[in-house]
């Protein structure tokens, strides 16, 4: 079971700030779409590409409920 990963929100300008800085080269921009190429492969507690948001569009699911709540507010687009 994966509990630590970020999760990228609507707000994402795909600047791809958070692409040159990912330690494990985890992160790429594919048809204009900021991905993540494995949840699996990011470092448990690894912010980096989070902190180096200038959009604040990176959050991290943890397992809590809290966690899932600050990664999809601002993400919903349907009102």
Known sequence: M???YPIIKG???KCG???EV???DNMALIS???VIIDGMKCPENCNI???SCPQDAISYYDGTEESILTAFSGSCHCH
């Open 2 to 4: 994966i509990d630590w």
């Open 11 to 13: 707000n994402c300008n």
């Open 17 to 19: 700030k958070c692409i």
């Open 22 to 24: 990912c330690p494990v």
């Open 32 to 34: 204009n779409q900021l």
């Open 49 to 51: 590409c989070s902190e």
